[in-house]
């Protein structure tokens, strides 16, 4: 296989966890995992550890228990990896909307990177919103998304927009982003 994209494990490390958050259909888990790949360094899904944690899927929490108790875990879920060795953290859409302390635990222990997306840019990235129980439709979607956008702001510590750009275009730039701010770092 060719790549031009040569991958370098291990040759980097991270200095604190970082974690992404933005709407729905961002790209949170994807760029993370390309970051992840191409630098050699641990990344994990929140909602993913969250459901192995649980044993069940975030729509059957929704579902069962209601939004409430999905926050309460997530909350729970976001203060178990803050403290954990740094990583790239894949977040849940909903985590700086609800509950105020999420943004507080991130900001305090890690770095946070806001990925930007437009309701249709994303509505066009999930290939099935049954899994999504916050994802009714879009203009629903719209709605939340204006709501949201001064909490995902105020959390970040850096923005980037991924509207019409691929993973690996993002990716790079959060790169490029994480290497000034000196939370990743290149070995010797
Ligand atoms: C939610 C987003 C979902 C998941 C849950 C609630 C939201 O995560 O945490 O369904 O409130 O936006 P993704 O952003 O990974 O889809």
Known sequence: MTTNHPTHAGKFYL??????????????????????????????????????REDRIVADIFAEDGEEAFRDIETDVLRDLAKRSPRLIGCGGGVVTKRPVNAQIMKEAGYVVYLKVSAD???????????????????TARK?????????????????????RTIREVADEVVELLLDAGVLVKRD
């Not at 191409?38 to 993913?48: F, L």
């Not at 840019?121 to 203009?139: Q, V």
């Not at 939340?144 to 019409?164: L, M």
């Open 15 to 52: 200095t604190k966890p970082v974690f992404f958050i933005g709407f729905m259909g961002a790209g949170k888990t994807s760029i993370s995992q390309q970051i992840a790949v191409t630098c050699g360094v641990a990344s994990i899904d929140a909602d993913e550890y969250l459901e192995l």
């Open 144 to 164: 939340t998304i204006v709501e949201r956008e001064p909490q995902y702001e105020a959390a970040a510590d850096v923005s980037v927009d991924t509207e019409g």
């Open 121 to 139: 840019g994303a509505a066009a990235r999930i290939p099935n919103t049954d899994s999504r129980p916050m994802f009714k439709n879009l203009e």
